[in-house]
């Protein structure tokens, strides 16, 4: 299987030791670490790594001239039609981010490279879940279609929770939540954004804890979301500000905000 860049892989006992190693730092923020770790001379690693690299992009506004570069490897070595697929995917991540956090406006690229990941990855193979969820993530926060942001979410969800994928299930959780949240169900948000929290910390996850605590304190009355808040803000400093955009969460939060 094509690496998942939000796949679980790592986090169970008995698990290869590399994965263990690169997921928990990985987990930690540490995404250049863990990409030194893989070796170079299998699509599959060159994926992982790429992965690894666009996901620092998105969670730290930099690193974009390494994570091209990994990409460019990953698409050079792809052979089959599933590890194409998985390079347009993060390809179209990386251009998302790009748009998302205003390097530059590469909407139309991001939509491109998703809908060739679309075309080369089969209905029911496990990267299918992560390339909905980013198309999800698309319409959220590009398009501003929240009705096809809900139904990739909903898609997404169903298959990660068929390919037991948790690390995904925590995302579409919280984003279905924050759906929710902007359509005034706050039992449904609630629900959704403890869920996420859950197994971000079963998982160990603990670079997403944070925005995990964030996002459930929007839907909390005080004093409970001040204290959520403040436990959020605690883990971004220990983690040096990551991830960037965690800062404009962590005060009462703006209707329409979003978040990566």
Same mark, same amino acid.
């Given at each position: ?89 993060? %390809? =179209?991540? /990386? #251009?998302?981010?790009? &748009? ?5 406006? +590469? $909407?139309?690229?991001? !939509? *491109? ?21 980013? %198309? =999800?993530? /698309? #319409?959220?926060?590009? &398009? ?5 942001? +809900? $139904?990739?979410?909903? !898609? *997404? ?104």
């Amino acid at each position: 299987m094509a690496y998942s860049a939000m796949s679980g892989n790592g986090t169970n006992t008995g698990d290869d030791p590399l994965q263990t190693a690169v997921w928990r730092l990985r987990s930690r923020a540490c995404w250049a670490d863990a990409a030194a770790l893989l070796p170079s001379d299998t699509a599959t690693y060159s994926l992982q790594r790429a992965g690894l690299m666009v996901e620092r992009c998105l969670y730290t506004e930099r690193g974009w001239e390494e994570a091209e570069d990994a990409l460019r490897t990953a698409e050079a070595q792809a052979r089959t039609d599933e590890e194409r697929g998985a390079a347009a995917c993060e %390809r =179209g991540q /990386l #251009a998302y981010a790009a &748009t998302l956090h205003g390097v530059r406006d +590469r $909407a139309d690229e991001a !939509r *491109a490279a998703l809908g060739r990941a679309a075309a080369l990855i089969p209905p029911g193979a496990p990267d299918r879940a992560l390339l909905d969820f980013r %198309r =999800g993530l /698309l #319409a959220e926060n590009l &398009t501003r279609s929240p009705q096809a942001a +809900r $139904a990739a979410y909903r !898609r *997404a969800h169903a298959a990660a929770t068929a390919h037991a994928d948790p690390l995904l299930l925590s995302f579409t959780w919280r984003h279905l939540a924050g759906l929710a949240l902007r359509e005034g169900e706050l039992s449904e948000a609630r629900h959704g954004f403890a869920e996420s929290l859950r197994i971000r910390e079963e998982l160990g996850y603990l670079v997403g804890t944070a925005p995990a605590l964030a996002s459930l304190a929007d839907a909390e009355s005080e004093p409970e979301a001040s204290r959520l808040r403040e436990e959020a803000g605690r883990l971004f400093r220990l983690l040096g500000g990551v991830p960037t955009w965690l800062a404009r969460q962590l005060t009462p939060p703006t209707p329409g905000a979003a978040t990566a």
